[in-house]
């Protein structure tokens, strides 16, 4: 937890909690008592605070105890920050890694901080709905920049990003006293110096005009729209600028209390633990158990291809591609090299990072040269008798025990692995576009995908940083089913009233990233339209009759930002949606065809038919088993799809609600609007049982094949 070593008269005390240095209940209650036996102690002079060596100085408060904390009265690390300020004997930290959180409050409590050169420094806590609650947005603007106006300013975008800043960024803003590999036995020698009284932060002052924080204050998203712990950061710096100390921690920790238990703290961390749940799969082998990925291909070298070899190449991994027409894998070559380019351009990354990173893609031309890849992925036209063809060629060359993946959105993972004679060693992987930037990652197991194959393809995804949710087969999986029936209703509101500006006016309103058409406009509607017409040809296309839109704009070349018009019109090189009065005409005339009065569509009824229509097929899709839990479904639509995240996704938002409720209103919609709306089984169970969605847990142990 936490070890003490006393160095010439110093106590080294070093943090030793892995893998993160989580600042638990247990290293806090050991780092007061420490603190307490040292200043009991005459040898002792001062202390130094470490991590352990290990890449981490601290990670800050244990997350997982965050509910305790409140109930059980036990230490936290408010508690050892405090200690630290009322030692009487001086304290430096020696920060060799990362000091996050917490992490970074206790070493903010400290008279001096010196930081080995790798070490990073920052405050997560907005991303989890919070704000610094043990003294980080009362001592932070009293350090940076000596209190200016300057370092209030620092340090509001710190607390407000949540992005860690490197130790020479930390220097330049005077975060730290020190930059080097020796900062312990630095920062143990400053201790056995100093003279004179400690050097507390929260005796110093820091000062801003009130304008900083109005402005603040405008650029922030409302508060009942994911901006409330961004409201209250800024309201809480603002104190540390006007008031004295101990009104200012006393105001912070109302503020973080409050955030705590409030609705947008609870959805992150429902989706901070949703997270962690995802790799846990009864039956199927984790990292250490399976073959690792040294080598990939990928076949196609398209939108898809292009993105997922960049994807590879980012983490490190070589990666060859192939694709059937030489202007393809010259398009591929040019955007891999552009994108390369755009990010040394933009700083993101040095000139040497991106060579490296562009050195592990190579292109290939024989479809034998794929032999040395451990998986192989396929992302060639969305069109199964071609996929086959490929899939066929695949067995004949792939390495024995090689993953063969599919990055179908909507064909069969069973129908393209039956082209095998190794179904066990076939998944589907759902890369999002732009597959170097989107974070899902749908991992689609078929009949016949082997724990191995799926334990790979998990570990795979962490490797690339994706978030990994494994799903089971079916047409569009879990995102794009869903996706179906909430595009579906947003048509429908459009025959009886509504236009697309207002319907994604209402669904960004809500918290959305983007509106439906808006989405459709950025994806292509000709990519709709041939999904459409699959789905009619196979006879899947859905209860009732369907709206036409997107047939209709595709008849008339309407494609979306590719072909400069679609449900919005875009002037020439731009992505912004400008209303189109030709497409208010085209539904207007539709309406009128079809027989309904428009009417006047207010955006509560927007938003309820469209969320609820998400719901209800979630619950289906759950029903089903096709996701493994409903907190993987909120992964995938807060991930891939723009699910506004304070809201816990889908699921999770129709717990918050009450089923009961929802299916009311389910129920209802079902009696006005027909048979689309027939209410999902599980919603029925669970609601009238008083259930919710995260307690349905269906029989996990039966899922692994
Ligand atoms: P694309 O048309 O941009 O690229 C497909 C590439 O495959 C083309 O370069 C083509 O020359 C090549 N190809 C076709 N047949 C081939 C063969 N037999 N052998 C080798 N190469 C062949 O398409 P895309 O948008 O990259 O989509 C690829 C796959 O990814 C599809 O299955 C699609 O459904 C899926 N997908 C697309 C998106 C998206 O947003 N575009 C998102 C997720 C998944």
């Known amino acids: 937890m936490l070890t003490t070593t006393i160095q010439d008269g110093v106590a080294i005390l070093s943090i030793d909690n892995p893998p993160v240095n989580a600042l638990s209940s247990a290293v806090c209650q050991a780092m007061i008592d420490a603190l307490a036996g040292g200043n009991d102690d005459a040898s002792v002079k001062g202390f130094v605070i470490t991590g352990n060596g290990r890449g981490m100085f601290s990670g800050g408060a244990d997350i997982t105890e965050f509910a305790t904390i409140l109930r059980e009265r036990k230490a936290n690390v408010r508690d050892a920050v405090d200690a630290a300020e009322r030692s009487a004997k001086p304290i430096a930290a020696a920060i060799d890694g990362r000091a996050l959180g917490g992490g970074l409050e206790l070493a903010l409590a400290c008279d001096l901080r010196f930081a080995t050169p790798l070490s990073q420094f920052g405050f997560p806590e907005i991303k989890l709905g919070l704000i610094p609650g043990a003294g980080g947005t009362q001592r932070l603007p009293r350090v940076l920049k000596g209190g200016s106006m300057e370092g209030v300013i620092a340090a509001l975008e710190l ?44 005796e110093r002052s820091a000062s801003a005009y009130p304008q900083v924080f109005s402005e603040g204050h405008k650029r922030v998203p409302p508060e009942d729209r994911g901006g409330f712990a961004a409201h209250k950061a800024l309201d809480a710096v603002e104190a540390a600028t006007q008031w004295p100390f101990n009104h200012g921690i006393a105001r912070e920790l109302r503020y973080f209390l409050e955030l705590l238990t409030g609705s947008e703290s609870r959805a992150y961390q429902h989706i901070f633990f949703a997270e962690r749940e995802l790799g846990k799969i009864p039956g199927i082998p984790t990292d250490g158990a399976v073959r ?195 595009f579906r209703e947003a048509a429908h509101l459009l025959e009886e009233g509504a236009l697309p500006q207002q319907i994604d006016a209402a669904m960004t309103d809500f918290g959305f990233a983007m509106g439906p058409f808006a989405v459709s406009d950025l994806a292509g509607v000709d990519v709709g ?7 009619e040809k196979a006879g899947r296309l859905g209860a009732g009759r369907v709206p036409r839109f997107d047939v209709l704009l595709f008849e008339r070349g309407r494609f979306g930002q590719k072909t400069g018009a679609g449900f919005y019109r875009y002037d020439t090189g731009e992505r912004i949606p400008k209303p189109d009065p030709e497409v208010e005409a085209l539904i207007v005339a ?79 919609f079902h009696g006005e609007f027909g048979v689309r709306w027939k209410p999902s089984p599980l919603l029925v169970e669970l609601a009238t049982t008083g259930k919710t969605f995260s307690s349905y847990r269906p029989a996990l142990t039966e899922v692994a094949p």
């Not at 080097?180 to 201790?191: C, F, K, S």
């Open 292 to 486: 690792p990925i040294r080598r990939a291909a990928v076949i196609g070298a398209g939108t898809m291809g292009s993105g997922i070899a960049i994807t590879f190449a980012n983490a490190g991994v070589p990666v060859s591609v192939l694709d059937a027409s030489k202007e393809a894998i010259e398009r591929g070559r040019a955007t891999i090299e552009q994108s390369y380019a755009d990010q040394v351009k933009r700083r993101r990354l040095s000139e040497e990072e991106a060579k490296r990173r562009h050195g592990h893609v190579h292109f290939i031309e024989r479809f034998e040269d794929v032999a040395d890849a451990d998986i192989v992925i396929e992302a060639v036209f969305e069109d199964l008798a071609i996929k086959k063809e490929v899939f066929a060629k695949l067995d004949a060359v792939a390495k024995p025990d090689a993953v063969l993946a599919t990055n179908t959105s909507t064909l069969d993972v069973d129908a393209i692995a039956s082209a095998t004679s190794r179904p066990q060693q076939v998944i589907g992987m759902h890369f999002f576009s732009p597959a170097y930037i989107m974070k899902l990652l749908e991992i689609v197991r078929g009949k016949a995908s082997s724990p191995q194959t799926i334990g790979a393809a998990i570990a795979l995804a962490k490797k690339l940083r994706k978030v990994g949710v494994l799903v089971a087969n079916c047409d569009g999986f879990v995102g794009n089913r869903m996706l179906a029936p909430y």
């Open 590 to 668: 539709e309406s009128r065809e079809l027989g309904i009065e428009r009417r006047s569509i207010g955006n509560d009824e927007i938003v309820k038919r469209c969320v609820y229509a998400l719901i209800n097929e979630g619950a289906n899709v759950l029903y089903d088993g096709i996701a493994l839990r409903s907190s993987d479904i909120d992964i995938v639509w807060i991930y891939g799809y723009g699910f506004p995240p304070f809201r816990g996704g889908p699921m999770y938002y129709a717990d918050t609600l009450g089923l009961k409720r929802v299916l009311a209103e389910v129920e209802r």
């Open 529 to 535: 339209a041939r999904i459409r017409a699959e789905r």
């Open 159 to 202: 607390i407000l990003k949540g992005d860690p800043i490197d130790a020479e960024r930390a220097e330049a803003l005077e975060l730290i006293d020190g930059v080097g590999a020796d900062a312990v036995p630095r920062a143990a020698e400053a201790i056995r110096r100093f003279t004179g009284a400690r050097r507390r932060v929260s």
